[in-house]
């Protein structure tokens, strides 16, 4: 059964404090994703990757940064956390081309305090 | 650039009543056409895609069929379940573009 896990489901930190979200997926994919979802503003996405140590900015990547030094794990860090970061993280990958759907992790819920 | 609109929620129904979600897109070239389904605290999941004009998707009684000549890709099911209550999301990813583009989404309630 093919999977996107992310390694917590449900987070409190304290405004400043860092914040590191981890994704792992056992596919080979090389496109990785980190979106957020909050209502009423729908997926937006932060982060992407096409391979191994290389990184893209989406439509919101201020803020926030990312890791990718392994292809199955791409991580999103929050260096400062801020109260308007409390959100849902989404994790997902797809294989190349553009037929092949996302998937995605079981999403991080993360609040800041 | 590529967009996609989705009926707006949310949507309201009695079981075993008629779904229609609708999706318009704009894009260059020929995307790929998505439903992705996500269940109350669960990530999304592929519902069902198609990859060409004409092509039509299904999965678990419900269909869409790509038409280009309207540039749409409207979710349709037959009779609901209160299993359906759900947010549905609409979404395509065009030919070289290694990111995907969504809809914002519309809330499914089925009511028993």
């Known amino acids: 059964d093919v999977k996107v896990t992310q390694s917590s489901r449900y987070l409190v930190k304290r405004t400043g404090e860092k914040v590191f979200l981890e994704c792992v997926q056992d596919?080979?994919?090389?496109?990785m994703f980190w979106y957020r979802q909050d209502p009423g503003l729908g997926l937006r996405l932060i982060y992407f990757s096409y391979d191994v140590k290389m990184k893209e900015k989406g439509d919101i990547p201020e803020g926030y940064s990312v890791s990718r030094e392994k292809k199955e794990r791409f991580s999103l860090i929050l260096e400062s956390a801020s109260t308007n970061q409390t959100s849902m993280y989404l994790c997902a990958s797809h294989p190349p081309g553009r037929t092949g759907e996302l998937f995605f992790g079981e999403g991080s819920r993360l609040t800041v305090l | 650039g590529n967009s996609v609109t989705q009926m707006e929620g949310p949507v309201t129904l009695s079981e075993e009543a008629f779904l229609t979600i609708n999706c318009t897109y704009t894009a260059t070239g020929y995307p790929s056409l998505f439903w992705y389904v996500q269940y109350p605290g669960e990530g999304l999941q592929l519902l069902l895609k198609?990859?060409?004009?004409?092509d039509k998707g299904s999965n678990k009684g419900f269909e869409a069929t790509y038409r280009k000549e309207t540039t749409s890709f409207h979710l349709e099911k037959g009779s609901v379940q209160v299993s359906d209550s759900a947010v549905y999301f609409c979404a395509l990813r065009a030919p070289n573009a290694g990111k995907s583009t969504f809809g914002d989404g519309t809330t499914l309630t089925v009511k028993p």
């Open positions: 596919m080979d994919h090389e496109n």
């Open positions: 198609a990859t060409k004009a004409d």
